[in-house]
């Protein structure tokens, strides 16, 4: 061995302390860098949908209830569904959370994309002039029709219906109108029927159901229309539910109605999904027109594969951590023991292993050189042709190695006793 290497053999049996105490330290100092860099994001990026639209509102309330838990959320408007999907799917947006409509994309076209679930019902809204009395899908031939901005669910969801009936060139005209002007030109007699995506308690919604000048249309056949778009519900507008007092809308009427579903990138932090999926129970698991108590959020991904994270919120709930400690101390407590475990897993092993090896190093070293001494020993006894000078010089060596030897305290009396074997076996020499 090197002079080199000896040098630091010796150092390290010298302050195998120092070294245990410097490797924990280390070993804490990687894993609280590590620790910072795996912490959720401070800010959330959530598109919603255009100003005044169901989207934007339920944004609002998803904002409020994560700013309890000190995280900031920014909530960016858009055309609709397919917009918010564009903004997904570009990393160079931000965007990492967007409320998407049933229907609008599968798996295969987005696969750095997952669901955290279903949250409500949006039902297809097709609204139109009063004196058109029992209006259809198929009744909407030659007329002014609104079917929603473009990039919305709306429109999408719009056409493909028109166009599955043969109506698409029908119509006498399609326009692209947010669902508040869409209202004021039915209302204003400027188009006859506007196509509108949106929850029950949508002010747009609210605003012309209750209103003698717009009728609601019946959608017949709904059962088909289930059967060949499964991301489709039905549901039932009541009569009187609009006004009672005015009996709107005077019969029930049937519905199709896509799902919202809340979509994240799959890279988002699984504690901040864990956050998201703790609002939407807060915000949707209430009675509602089309559904009971507890109905939503659902473990439904329409189009999209439920994340890991929310797939195991739906069936055990909320970690205990997160159920105990505000948002932000459960995901540091949590990060920290998922780094600490292994590192003292590690570090208590070799906390044990360290001192029995360093014992083991120091008896070795006194070892050797009793062994070395037996040796001497027994060829003295041997009275055999061994040189008494070879003997003596050898026996010289052995001393000096000896009275070299630096040991702990607790290893003084092996050297002390060492040495007195020394003496003995010196005396053995003289007598021969």
Known sequence: MSLRGMAVRELLRANW????????????????????????????????????????????????????????????????????????????????????????????????????GTLFYEPLWIFHRSEWRGLTLESVRGRRVSIGPAGSGTSTLSLELLKRNGLDKQVGELLALQPQVAAEKLLAGEIDVAFIIASWDAPTVQRLIADERVGLADVSRADAYIALYPFLSKVIVPAGVGDLAKHLPPKDVTLLAPIASLVVRKDLHPAIQYLLLNTAVQTHSGVGIFQRAGHFPTAEGVGLPLSDVAFQFYKSGQPFLQNTLPFWMASLVGRLLILLIPVFGVLYPMARLLPALYNWLMRSRISRLYVELKFLENEISANGHADRHDLAVRLNKLEKETNALKVPIAYVTMMYLLREQVAIVRDQLKRR
């Open 17 to 116: 302390h120092v070294v245990t105490i410097a490797t924990t330290a280390s070993a804490i100092f990687c894993a609280a860098i590590l620790l910072l860099q795996t912490m959720p994001p401070r800010t959330i990026v959530m598109a919603t949908g255009p100003e005044g639209g169901a989207y934007q509102e339920v944004g609002k309330q998803y904002k409020v209830a994560l700013q309890r838990s000190g995280e900031h959320i920014r909530l960016v408007t858009s055309a609709g569904s397919l917009e918010n999907l564009a903004l997904l799917l570009d990393p160079r947006s931000g965007v990492n959370v967007a409320l998407i409509q049933g229907g609008t994309i599968g798996k295969e076209e987005a696969p750095e994309l997952e669901s955290l």
